[in-house]
């Protein structure tokens, strides 16, 4: 099973990121679960989200405590994130960490070249599909049955974050 948490910032989409990740895992004929946990329900406080992805069905419903996968929407929360070596973490940030397991990828700069607004989560997903623990065709449908008319701008968001970040992994 691959672990997937995401670290975000109230209203910058972390939540509908692991169920778009879920929808997208689905259309990969895979199966997924995706959840939120929350602290402080407000726009900006912290908040996580999880997804589970398996070739198989998922049973279990806990909470990812060891996740292969970290994706923060936030880089000032990443001192927050505890994880094992293994763990590989997609920050949205314009600093090149330049370590084995962090990857960066300015999604800020990408939402508002696209979108006109700091709304990271397209950008996010598209960075993930980096991964290829899911594919970009996939997670494109997966915006476009979210966002209908408006997908247009989210898809070109999240294939240039994962442009950016294709040849990384």
Do not use: H
């Not at 990740?21 to 199966?31: M, R, S, T």
């Not at 006109?116 to 997966?142: H, R």
């Amino acid at each position: 099973m691959i672990n997937v948490m995401f670290f975000g910032r109230g209203g910058q989409g972390a939540v509908t990121a692991s169920e778009l990740l879920a929808k997208a895992v689905f259309k990969d004929n895979k199966f997924a679960q995706a959840f939120p946990s929350f602290g402080v329900e407000r726009r900006g406080a912290p908040v996580q989200a999880f997804c589970k992805i398996d070739a198989q069905f998922i049973r279990s419903r806990e909470q990812i405590y060891k996740p292969d996968y970290v994706v923060v929407f936030d880089s000032s929360l990443l001192s927050q994130v505890n994880v094992s070596e293994d763990c590989k973490i997609i920050v949205n940030s314009e600093k090149d960490y330049n370590t084995k397991n962090l990857f960066n990828v300015n999604a800020t700069k990408i939402a508002i070249e696209t979108l006109g607004v700091p709304i990271v989560n397209t950008s996010m997903l598209g960075a993930f599909c980096a991964t290829k623990e899911v594919s970009l065709k996939s997670m494109k449908e997966a915006i476009t049955d979210k966002f209908g008319k408006r997908a247009e701008k989210n898809l070109i968001a999240a294939e240039s974050a994962y442009n950016f970040l294709k040849d990384k992994f």
